[in-house]
């Protein structure tokens, strides 16, 4: 079965098994954790931040940031396709009594002019705007890396108004891979960062938040609140540092697969695909026609392809480490084959 649902079905190998079955472990909770304090150090030094913390989840991350950031009734001004709107079971008002301000962006980017038109009135019935979130890459845009001059634009403006700004990076080692622009230089840009192990790195679990040390220091108290405290993690941190060794720089060949996956089903005139939007790993194509995505999907997993469905006429596929180029070409054929069934 060739798996394009998600770069977060990917198994962790045999040395990065090791590598876990090796690891120094000690209590986290209590900060002695040699494995998870190396790589949250780590992490926190490529994104040019003062401390980080390990967390369970993407997920968990994002909320985390963003509580810290926010009390209850404050609004946080964010891309309309934003996945810790969509994809994150409305944690924001269940967790943390706070809510969205949504802008429709291009290709997962807004403006500082939007974000300005936004902003609230400084008065007393209108919710605090207290965080503008981004996310890089945009999911639900495609893939898409966010431009470094409109991130730029958007910071500075944050500073200006006294604005907290938070990155959802999940794939943020995927714009960075795409792009040139170095972790750090994206990272001094942001009051907060999530970034995931377990996506395009191949880890088994586990996100990286970074920040200053202050805010470090409080998101572990909510880590505790949210029951994320856990134990001898240095055994997933292991898989984390041995992702970073040697899942990073690859990376770009997921790019070149997604790009050639796209350019073989853009052929077709029975699915529409914007190429311009194929910039790192993730393909989105919306099917013409009468077949739904559903039905579309179930065709794909009978001759050996998996790829999920985002709404009834559009479908998304993921390349990662755990499908060869061989294999993305021979979906794309199988694709290409069911459309004109």
């Not at 190396?38 to 401390?51: F, N």
């Not at 200006?160 to 040139?180: C, F, V």
Request: negative net charge.
């Amino acid at each position: 079965m060739i798996d394009l649902r998600s770069d977060t079905v990917t198994r962790p190998s045999a040395a990065m098994r090791q590598a876990m079955a090796n690891a120094e472990v000690g209590d986290d909770v209590y900060g002695e954790d040699p494995t998870v304090n190396a790589l949250q150090e780590r992490v926190a030094g490529l994104l040019g931040k003062e401390d980080a913390l390990f967390v369970a989840s993407g997920t968990m991350g994002n909320q985390i940031c963003l509580r810290v950031h926010t009390s209850p009734g404050d609004e946080v001004i964010c891309e309309a396709g934003s996945h810790f709107l969509h994809f994150e079971g409305g944690a924001m008002p269940v967790l943390s009594g706070i809510q969205a301000r949504t802008i429709v962006g291009h290709r997962g980017m807004i403006e500082a002019e939007q974000v300005r038109t936004a902003l609230r009135a400084n008065t007393y019935y209108f919710p605090r705007s207290k965080v503008v979130a981004l996310e890089n890459t945009h999911n639900l845009a495609g893939g898409t890396v966010l431009p470094l001059a409109s991130i730029q634009e958007i910071s500075g403006f944050c500073q200006k108004n006294r604005l907290a700004l938070h990155l959802d990076g999940a794939r943020l080692w995927n714009a960075s891979i795409a792009s040139g622009v170095s972790l750090e230089t994206y990272g001094q840009l942001f009051d907060s960062i999530s970034i995931c192990l377990s996506k395009g790195l191949g880890a088994p679990a586990g996100s990286v938040i970074a920040g200053s040390r202050e805010f470090i220091a409080e998101a572990r108290r909510v880590r505790k609140q949210l029951g994320g405290g856990m134990r001898q993690i240095g055994l997933l941190a292991a898989a984390g540092h041995y992702a970073i060794d040697t899942n990073l720089s690859r990376l770009a060949e997921d790019h070149a697969n997604a790009r050639e996956f796209a350019e073989i089903i853009a052929s077709s005139p029975d699915v529409e695909i914007d190429l311009e939007n194929v910039q790192t790993n993730i393909i989105i194509a919306r099917l013409h026609g009468d077949i739904s995505a559903s039905q579309f999907c179930q065709k794909m997993q009978q001759k050996g392809v998996r790829i999920s469905m985002m709404d009834e006429q559009t479908l998304r596929a993921v390349t990662h480490l755990d499908v060869s180029r061989e294999q993305v070409v021979e979906a794309a054929h199988i694709f290409l084959n069911q459309l004109s069934q």
